[in-house]
């Protein structure tokens, strides 16, 4: 028997499918998770070229020592994009990294609660997702860091309930600098939504929990 939420000791990962995702969303989720793992010719299983990225409703509570520091910090908070109960109702999302070709790509659908102009997106909710692709990406690259930088040109509005790629690729780094480009497009890439490019600094996460 499952627990609910609430009552479970283990986390939920939201980057797993739930009954609100369309399909397209599904048949992205498995075109990538099939490539997470690969059987050899003695049928073993290893590593493929993509990790599917778990994903919590808070920063700090899963990691390591962190049950002690949410408590200090805030006990209620809650991530931005994973605080709505119901599901397909906001951000439905799940996040896969490839190691060697430096790309992390965000599945994306969009629920009824972003909307902006009438049956789209609101441009906040799309700038979000962005940032939640690039800055995960760039934590992979470079450990903790913050957007110093997003600049973002909207191309084509998103309709709400519509699935979405945003595929994030490294430029360079340099120093503290890590430099990302990203672009939202079409599932089958035939239409450009956004283009943007960011810049994330690396930060000593002590200051930061410290408000230094």
Known sequence: MTLP???????????????????????????YNSQCEVETEGGEKQ?????????????????????????????KARLFTRNIREQGAAFEYVLFNNKE???????????????????????GAIATMIDT???????????????????????????LGSTVLIESSLDTKEGRKTFISCKVT??????????????FLSINVSHLLRGG
């Open 47 to 75: 590593e493929g070229s993509w990790q599917r990225l778990p994903s919590y409703n808070r920063s700090l509570k899963f990691a390591t020592g962190g049950v002690y520091l949410s408590k200090i910090i805030q006990s």
């Open 186 to 199: 079409s599932t089958d890439s035939s239409k450009l939504h956004t283009e943007s490019t960011a810049l």
């Open 101 to 123: 070709e430096q790309r992390c790509v965000g599945i994306f659908q969009a629920g009824h609660l972003l909307e902006g102009p009438p049956g789209h997106v609101h441009g």
């Open 133 to 159: 692709v690039t800055g995960t990406h760039a934590t992979i690259l470079s450990g903790p860091v913050m957007t110093a930088n997003l600049n973002i040109n909207y191309r084509s509005p998103i309709p």
């Open 5 to 31: 939420s609430f009552l479970s000791s283990k986390p939920r990962d939201f980057s797993l499918p739930n009954s609100s995702w369309g399909p397209e969303m599904l048949r992205l989720y498995e075109l």
